[in-house]
């Protein structure tokens, strides 16, 4: 789109000077170039800057995450030599930028490229340390013998806690995180819950689980009913030595198979697992898995003929409306183009779930008025859906094309077109073989830049359909009307069949190789149509 | 600039007229259907008397009819969405008669639910769109700034990275945004998962490369002599940046700003992953979890919500449309 201008930078621009800044800028000796005012405003910002610095360094350490606070004072060690030096001048205009830029577009890049290596996700979500503790917890099973203890369930901010009689006679108290310990009372800030307040916090009450001692074979702590509490333990059975869990009924045993998971002989695994890197697993299991395989390439199919067939669409109907407006006597000219571009001031989001509404099929304007209260399917089937998707996207997109036609049309350079008349060539002559190619140069960077937008469209598509119909053939939440942005969503944070996020990035790996050919492409085009003009 | 586009159309369009011929007319395949309608009355009489209707109808009449059929087109679902804003039955069916009701039940009921929460998620996308077209403007001013007027060692390469990673979209990253976020929360929480600041943060990411190459060029178009007459006067860099630079490219900051807002504004995928507690979510969360599931008994509502949340952007829109399409081609065709 603005290559042109890095090509070549106009020759209105300095000549190039010795690098490390600008020395045309006063004098270099000062702190600051722009008086007293400047100086205390920076020294201010860069205080906040260094404050902060201070506390998540503080923090880092506190985790041990040397890395990170190694990192993090490279960072602010930089900004302060960039901000307090004289000089540099390119670097303090640039910095504030490219901080964000570095962190949430480049960095995150590469992290996306490092996830989809690995199986995080919904069931392979944190470290080995906590999937242990959870598998122990969420295969308890109430001890058959178990006396019951009288409890009280206490509540700080959203944290509950458990204040025990034990047997013996004195009291402890314990949470979630926290085993149980001896204590007259509970600590200060907890409250004790009444009845109400235990049948309100039903969901929480029945979640706590208290660790009796600090070995997690010990068993923990439930209350069924905010009073008494039974001592619940783990029908598995971890042993550090050997690195591995046992069922103490049925002598299972589930060993670390090195994909993050505990994993018995036949095969069954222990839920949750752990994240590790996994190699090209996701990648392998996106082109093999018959779950996947045939939906992906459904999906990358639709992608590639939405993102095609919506340029072609709102370029064809932008280009005729300012064909049919760039008239020199047109009366009520001005009023046509106001109010043609309104769709395109119109909120994308909207546009979509309005869109839905009209499109309902038993309720919807489209059926019930336009068509006479006709039935016609246009979101659940799945080709109605799509053609819907292209009409509603055409509805949001033509405006920008109808802006762009329209400014490209009157700049077109009237000598060419006269000479054309001189040569005796007819309207249509001149359109076709003048008009046409000249627009042509003109907007093909424009028309790559939007087949690109429309690739990644998100909104118009999960707005609209959500994807939906879904495919009848595969478990996964994807359907006829999802392109490959909306599936990566889904995948990594929908609703039904579980959050993978490793699947989820490796998808996105593989939309942004598409998207880096359809950028060499049109880099290249760009240029060869430049030759052409 | 967009005057001189102007001057030029005429020139071009009064050139046509002399030669007697309507560019175009004859290239549509459309023409045929339209033509094949029954003429309407001559009505429009007063300078065009002296054109029969057939030629004034080949030159210009059917012009008024396309023109007719896109405005339908254009502004029927956004009528329709206003007529059902005011009708109280509030439902999808109850919503199909255009404009036969008149009540302001919908909006009442949706600034009260709640508790008004639709006025919370409304500040909210204020805020958040605000704040970071703001920042957009500024970070990219001076980005454009330093690459425009400053000669640096990587500044081509620079550029040429910036082109190149604008055409990645944060949307590919959402998985590794988010789950950074998550590391971020952990040390950081007040830039963290569910905070306004570490959305905006987010956003910020993306501003540089979308924007700076529409900034830059306009940057290139001020002459030198200008920071160079004002450098001679002794001032500074920043004086030359804030109080000369920045008033002259006012256009592009308005153009960037207006469009970073309205696309922040309703920015849904990921604002919906980062925001997760209701109070803290925005307007394009909000309503799309106020009918996904109840499309039909919360249509009404949904439609005032719309309608209000539609208005500004759209105002705003209307009245700056000049500048924004100056921009869109100064982006384009230059």
Not at chain 1, 27 to 50: C, Y
Not at chain 1, 361 to 383: H, K
Not at chain 2, 95 to 105: E, K, V
Not at chain 2, 178 to 201: R, S, Y
Request: a negative charge.
């Amino acid at each position: 789109m603005a290559d042109v201008k890095t090509e070549a930078p106009p020759a209105n621009t300095p000549p190039k000077r010795p690098r490390g800044g600008a020395p045309e800028f006063g004098p270099q000796r000062k702190l600051t170039s722009g008086g007293i005012l400047a100086l205390v405003i920076k020294v201010v910002l860069l205080g906040i800057i260094d404050a902060l610095a201070i506390f998540g360094l503080y923090v880092l350490i506190g985790k041990g995450d040397w890395v990170a606070a190694a990192l993090l004072l490279a960072v602010v060690g930089l900004v302060n030599y960039i901000y307090l030096k004289p000089g540099v001048l390119p670097a303090k205009y640039l910095t504030p930028g490219l901080f964000f830029l570095a962190i949430f577009q480049v960095f995150v890049i590469f992290y996306t490229g490092y996830i989809s290596f690995t199986n995080y996700g919904d069931a392979h979500n944190s470290t080995k340390e906590d999937a242990i503790a959870q598998i122990v917890r969420t295969s308890q099973e109430r001890v058959p013998d178990s006396p019951a203890y009288a409890v009280e369930v206490y509540k700080q901010a959203d944290q509950f806690g458990m204040l025990v009689a034990e047997p013996g006679g004195g009291t402890a108290f314990g949470t979630n995180e926290q085993p149980l310990e001896d204590a007259s009372s509970a600590p200060d800030g907890w409250d004790k819950l009444n009845l109400n307040q235990v049948l309100r916090f039903q969901d929480e009450v029945l979640a706590l689980n208290v660790p009796v001692s600090d070995d997690i074979n010990d068993g923990t702590l439930r209350t069924p009913d905010g009073t008494t509490a039974f001592v619940f333990t783990s029908t598995l059975e971890y042993d550090e030595a050997a690195d591995a869990f046992t069922n103490t009924e049925t002598g299972v045993v589930y060993a670390d198979d090195g994909e993050g998971n505990f994993r018995a002989e036949d095969g069954q695994a222990l839920t949750p697992g752990w994240r590790v890197v996994i190699g090209w697993d996701n990648y392998a299991y996106a082109f093999t898995n018959e779950q996947i395989r045939d939906p992906l390439i459904r999906v990358t199919i639709w992608t590639f003929a939405f993102a095609f067939l919506s340029t072609i669409l709102c370029f064809a109907l932008g280009l005729f409306l300012a064909i049919v407006f760039n008239h020199p006597t047109l009366r009520g000219k001005k009023i046509y183009r106001i109010l043609v571009i309104l769709p395109y001031a119109f909120p994308t989001y909207l546009t979509g779930l309005v869109w839905a509404g009209m499109l309902n099929q038993e309720f919807g304007f489209i059926n019930e008025v336009l068509l006479g209260g006709a039935n016609i399917p246009w979101l659940s089937d799945p080709w109605l859906a799509r053609l819907s998707v292209l009409l509603v996207n055409m509805w949001l997109g033509y405006a920008y094309m109808f802006l762009v036609c329209t400014g490209a049309l009157q700049s077109l350079p009237d000598d060419v077109i006269e000479a054309a008349k001189m040569d005796g060539a007819g309207a249509w002559r001149i359109f076709r073989s003048i008009k046409l190619p000249l627009l042509f140069v003109a907007v093909a960077p424009l028309l790559i830049a939007t087949f690109a937008f429309n690739f990644n469209n998100f909104a118009v598509i999960f707005m609209l359909t959500g994807g939906n119909p879904r495919f009848p053939d595969t478990t996964l939440p994807i359907g006829a009307t999802d392109i490959m942005i909306t599936m990566v969503y889904k995948i990594a944070f929908g609703s039904g069949g579980g959050r993978d996020y490793g699947l989820a990035s490796a998808l996105s790996i593989l939309i942004f190789i598409v998207v880096a050919i359809i950028a060499a492409i049109s880099f290249r085009s760009t240029k060869s149509l430049e030759d052409l003009h | 600039m967009s005057d001189s586009i102007d001057r030029q159309i005429k020139e071009d369009q009064l050139l046509e007229n002399r030669m007697g011929r309507a560019d175009g007319v004859t290239t549509m395949a459309g023409i045929a259907d339209l033509a094949a309608k029954p003429p309407k009355p001559p009505k429009h009489v007063k300078g065009e008397r002296r054109q029969p209707f057939g030629r004034w109808f080949v030159d210009k009449g059917w012009r008024h009819l396309v023109g007719i059929a896109a405005i339908v087109f254009a502004l029927l679902p956004l009528a329709y969405v206003l007529s059902a804003s005011l009708n109280p039955i509030g439902t999808l069916t109850g919503s199909n008669q255009l404009f036969r009701a008149f009540s302001l039940d919908n909006y009442i009921e949706i600034l009260t639910r709640d508790e008004g929460i639709y006025l919370t998620w409304y500040w909210n996308a204020l805020v958040i769109s605000v704040l970071s077209s703001l920042a957009t403007v500024l970070l990219c001013a001076m980005g454009a700034y330093a690459f425009s007027r400053m000669r640096f060692r990587g500044r081509r390469t620079g550029l040429l990275s910036l082109l190149i990673l604008q055409m990645f979209p944060q949307l590919l990253m959402i998985v590794a945004i988010f789950l950074t976020m998550i590391w971020i929360t952990d040390v950081f929480p007040a830039i963290g998962l569910g905070t306004h600041a570490g959305l905006i943060m987010v956003y910020l990411g993306g501003a540089l490369g979308v924007n700076i190459f529409l900034m830059y060029g306009f940057f290139n178009t001020i002459p030198t002599a200008i920071d160079e007459a004002a450098k001679i006067d002794g001032a500074g860099h920043a004086r030359v940046f804030f109080t000369i630079m920045l008033p002259l490219i006012t256009p592009i900051l308005a153009v960037i700003g207006l469009l970073s807002f309205i696309g922040f504004i309703g920015e849904f995928a990921i604002a919906s992953v980062l925001l997760t507690d209701p109070k803290d979510q925005t307007l394009a969360i909000g309503l799309f979890q106020l009918i996904s599931g109840f499309q039909s008994q919360n249509w009404g509502i949904f439609a005032a919500g719309a309608v209000l949340a539609a208005l500004p952007v759209m105002i705003l829109f209307l009245l700056l449309q000049r500048y924004i399409a100056g921009g869109l081609i100064a982006g384009s065709v230059k």
